[in-house]
């Protein structure tokens, strides 16, 4: 859809498509599935520039200069068209103005992006907003956004494409079974994985340095050109670092309710969810997904 959008505009300027063109699509899910890589995925398929929005970027400290900032970063968008306008935890910038209190600047900036959002028309600009929070959104800005998609936990197949991408330039030895690691880390995210592999790396760097200190006086010990990671530094690694999510977190029961409420079409005719299958480990997973693998 957004990529449609901003590589066929012309598509999109009669019948339907210029009267009801979607405004929004919102990336949502638990922290570290990988949301912000999606939307940068995103913009390099659709060759769009992306101007990445964060709410320390737009809350200032003098009254007023919050509005400004929205007000420009929306003139440039329509300046660098096509662009995407991509805004990494939401839920700071939009949080729900009943919950604001008296703060009367978050009430003012979420006003400002609204009429902006709104005053977009025909321009070639797309809202991407990602969060692991979208139960905190405005009413009003979640209208904005029609296309919801989850972004969810990986299971066990999917974690074994992640250490293997991640380990790619690596050199494994034999008793390193990608398959078994991917069944060993239930519950880890894509940036958990992404730890573990540079705690592994760590612990070989680590021995070696040791190994090579032991040898000082051997003027014939060299240490590789490459390290190379065996199972015993992954089983370091993996009581270093543990996945950063559980089934109990408040949070994550937040997301299976809006999920229920506020999903995609997709989620609530119980398909899987975005860019995750099947897996067989041997840890139920589904506890802590937000949508149990179909």
């Known amino acids: 859809m957004t990529s449609l959008s901003l590589l066929r505009p012309e598509a999109f300027k009669y019948g339907v498509l210029a009267a009801d063109r979607l405004p929004g699509l919102m990336l949502y899910g638990p922290p570290g599935t990988g949301k912000t890589l999606l939307a940068r995925a995103v913009a390099k398929e659709s060759k769009a520039t992306v101007l990445e929005i964060s709410g320390a970027q737009i809350y200032e400290k003098y009254v007023g200069e919050g509005e400004k900032m929205v007000r420009a970063v929306f003139s440039l968008a329509k300046?660098?068209?096509?662009?995407?306008?991509?805004?990494?935890?939401?839920?700071?910038?939009?949080?729900?103005?009943?919950?604001?209190?008296?703060?009367?600047?978050?009430?003012?900036?979420?006003?400002?992006?609204?009429?902006?959002?709104?005053?977009?028309g025909m321009s070639n600009v797309f809202?991407?907003?990602?969060?692991?929070?979208?139960?905190?959104?405005?009413?009003?800005?979640?209208?904005?956004?029609?296309?919801?998609?989850?972004?969810?936990?990986?299971?066990?197949?999917?974690?074994?494409s992640i250490l293997k991408i991640h380990l790619n330039d690596e050199i494994l030895?034999?008793?390193?079974?990608?398959?078994?690691?991917?069944?060993?880390?239930?519950?880890?995210?894509?940036?958990d994985l992404?730890?573990?592999?540079?705690?592994?790396?760590?612990?070989?760097v680590r021995e070696e340095n040791d190994l090579a200190n032991s040898k000082q006086d051997d003027k014939d010990f060299k240490l590789p050109e490459k390290r190379t990671l065996s199972g015993r530094h992954f089983e370091k690694a993996i009581k270093e670092i543990s996945a950063s999510i559980s089934e109990d977190m408040s949070s994550l029961t937040a997301i299976r309710k809006f999920d229920e409420q506020y999903g995609d079409r997709r989620g609530r005719r119980k398909k899987s969810a975005y860019g995750f299958g099947l897996g067989d480990g041997s840890v139920d997973e589904s506890a802590a997904r937000v949508r149990p693998p179909k």
């Open 79 to 120: 300046k660098l068209s096509p662009c995407i306008v991509f805004i990494d935890e939401a839920d700071a910038i939009f949080g729900s103005r009943s919950n604001a209190g008296n703060k009367t600047t978050h009430r003012e900036i979420i006003n400002q992006f609204l009429r902006e959002w709104d005053g977009m």
């Open 127 to 160: 809202i991407m907003v990602a969060s692991n929070r979208p139960f905190d959104l405005d009413d009003a800005v979640l209208r904005r956004l029609p296309r919801r998609i989850l972004v969810d936990l990986p299971v066990t197949k999917d974690r074994e």
């Open 173 to 191: 030895d034999d008793s390193v079974k990608l398959n078994e690691l991917a069944e060993q880390t239930p519950l880890y995210s894509g940036s």
């Open 194 to 204: 992404k730890n573990l592999c540079v705690s592994a790396a760590l612990a070989c």
